[in-house]
């Protein structure tokens, strides 16, 4: 596969929040030598519905996303979470079913989260030409660190960002209290865990949080708004597409002053 | 005891804003998170031997007929006795039957969770016994009438300075300018209050960390030493334990124990590992005259079979709780049942039933965490899942979650009209938000409002900005 075809599956947050995400991905991918394209049938990978427990909902959209899916070599999300629902849970939620199973499995065996695609797949080493000024501390999300084994991959390639210094965030593998629906259905406790974690990325004196997972990141970000950091947030992707003159999640159009 | 985890969501909001818990909780994560990590870099087979545990214990609960009826028989053989308890209320009968038996006031106990679920305090007190607890944490709830918080650290909600006032109004036999300042102190002075508790007491009650079915012997590991004076000085050891300690062999006792105090406290082992097995023989310079092992089903059997069956291989360590952040936030208490944190989510719905604890697998963020530290390798999450899936089923979430996430999934499953929908929203949104970037306060999303803001969307979804990224590609590139 000279020129793999990639199939991006954009996720619903960065399709609804982050567009530049989805571009930075897409960038990523060409110059890693894959063909991209992105189906315009596809929603949400469905973790809503299935981590309340509805799997009637949560085939359903399975399905209709191995619909538009399958034919490329290779699926793509800028998610750990949600190309390790892709990965990890299709299979599981329609292992009882003899048509959509092996669908299910063909499926995730070629899903991939785009930063450990990118390093593991497609052997990228380094990012050229790229170069961002900040002080940078990186969080780990739960799904792409403990379903993927995304870690060192994103470091490995934001070592090579010309001007950016990463500084290790103490308890880099706590959740942040993001968890989806969770975040909704119990707001107290999921404050506490983000106030927690927001408190020792503030410690590390980063001017700039990078994670690979746009929900944590809008979690984070929020919060440290809301306190009055300035440190911003953005999609490691960003970064290493050098796709970062607009503004950070959470920050107006036009920074002050300019 | 009677659950109260259908308060949970009250309970933890409660826990919330106790400073003082809050306190008590990041010391308790520290301590036993760098120690757990520092011990098992140091047993390069520590994975391996989490392989050999979660497959023994398997096989075990594969054959649990087969081996507690051998344990039965080894017990019987060495001249000890074996109660069987469905339920709570017989557990209790057994053990006052064996006490009244034996005419018993005082019964001194170590730490056990199984009498804690069954209850077993209250009753002895309102049949006329005393019940002393002797391990430390558990003596100090008891004078406080509190439950434990944490199965290994059953007073891990507690600050020092609780610790001294409870000592100083209970112990006021001794002099009130007294420094109690240090774990040493209370250390000191509760041993001395239970070194004649341990002499006088006619019946100890100690709980097992396994029953070992090739030998009928039971198990306890501890680090104070008070199990051992429990269960060798009185007439009477009464062991109460919940059938799904049992494990074939001694041998694979070992295999065990070397991930359980790792996991748990991070130590290589615990201070005290003490087999008991029969009352003491002829010739045997002590030991109790009577040994009875109390085993208690309440509804673990109904368990097997099922997806929830992996979480009877739980051996108690605690390491899910200590690393979850979860539990970290809220304690023990707030989970409403002797079992917290991630295996009280996983097993607790299965034993007290879903309506009662529908909302412990619900209070995770499925990060994980829980699954990767069990020595056990109780796939946790997994199991929470279940019991979502379950309550869904039978239909016990709030209703108006129930309505929303029914909404989006409709949408979600017709991509042309989500995308219809996707961008009026996003669009409106993107316009109010494009000023300050973000939003401090939004109709319907007020849950993470609360307390963060909420990034306002570009202008335009990555589908719509892609649609046109690709019509204006498209005379160069055809």
Known sequence: MDQPRVGLFVTCLVDLFRPVIGFSAVTLLERAGCQVEVPADQTCCGQPAYNAGDLKNSRSIAQSVIRAFEDFDYIVAPSGSCAGMLRAHYPDLLKDDPEWFPRANHLAQRTHELISFLVDIRGMASVENVSFEAKATYHDSCSGLRELGVKDQPRRLLGTVDGLRLDELPGAEICCGFGGTFCIKYPEISNRMVADKTADITATGADLLLAGDLGCLMNMAGKLKREGSATQARHVAEVLAGMTEGPAIGEPEKAPGT | ?478
């Open chain 2, 1 to 478: 005891m009677k659950p109260q985890s259908h308060l949970f969501k009250e309970n933890a909001k409660k826990a919330l804003n106790d400073a003082n818990l809050a306190r008590a909780l990041n010391n308790m994560k520290a301590g036993f998170q760098d120690k757990r990590r520092a011990t098992i870099a140091k047993l390069p087979e520590f994975q391996d031997l989490r392989d050999q545990a979660r497959d023994l214990k398997n096989h075990t609960l594969e054959n649990l007929d087969f081996y507690l009826s051998r344990f039965e028989d080894r017990v019987t053989e060495k001249g000890g006795h074996v109660h069987w308890a469905r339920t709570p209320v017989e557990a209790r009968e057994a053990v006052l039957e064996i006490c009244r038996s034996v005419d018993a006031k005082t019964v001194t106990k170590g730490k056990s969770m199984v009498t804690e679920e069954v209850g077993l305090n209250d009753f002895l007190i309102q049949s006329g016994l005393t019940p002393i607890e002797t391990d430390l944490g558990e003596y100090i709830i008891q004078l406080r009438h509190e439950l434990p918080s944490h199965i290994i650290a059953p007073a891990i909600h507690l600050n020092k300075e609780d610790v001294a006032e409870t000592f100083r109004e209970n112990h006021t036999q001794l002099d009130p300018n007294r420094r109690l300042d240090q774990v040493q102190d209370f250390t000191d002075e509760a041993r001395a209050i239970l070194r004649q508790k341990f002499q006088s007491a006619d019946v100890g009650i100690t709980g097992a960390n396994f029953l070992i079915a090739e030998t009928g012997s039971t198990v306890i590991v501890t680090n104070e030493g008070n199990g051992d004076l429990t269960q060798v000085l009185p007439k009477v050891h009464i062991v109460v334990a919940s059938i799904e300690k049992t494990i074939p062999t001694l041998e694979d006792s070992a295999t065990i124990l070397r991930v359980l105090a790792r996991s748990a406290t991070g130590q290589e082992y615990s201070t005290y590992t003490t087999f008991s097995t029969g009352p003491r023989r002829p010739g045997d310079l002590d030991g109790p005259e009577q040994f009875h092992v109390v085993l208690l089903d309440n509804g673990r059997s109904a368990l097997l079979g099922t997806e929830a069956q992996d979480t009877l291989r739980c051996i108690r360590c605690g390491a899910c709780m200590n690393h979850c952040p979860v539990y970290g936030s809220v304690g023990g208490h707030a989970y409403g049942w002797v079992v917290p944190g991630p295996i009280g989510a996983a097993l607790d719905p299965g034993l007290i039933g879903l309506e009662e604890a529908h909302d412990l697998p619900n209070a995770s963020t499925f990060c994980g965490k829980c699954a990767e530290v069990c020595p056990m390798k109780i796939p946790l999450p997994k199991i929470m899942h279940h019991w979502r899936v379950k309550e869904h089923e039978a239909k016990l979430s709030p209703p108006r979650f129930r309505q929303g996430l029914a909404m989006w999934a409709w949408f979600a499953r017709r991509p042309r009209l989500y995308r219809l929908g996707a961008n009026a929203a996003i669009g409106m949104l993107g316009r109010l938000g494009a000023k300050r970037g973000r939003f401090a306060k939004l109709p319907l999303a007020a849950g993470w409002t609360a307390h963060r803001d909420l990034p306002a969307p570009s202008r335009g979804t990555f589908q719509q900005q892609w649609a046109r990224h690709k019509r204006s590609q498209a005379p160069s590139s055809s």
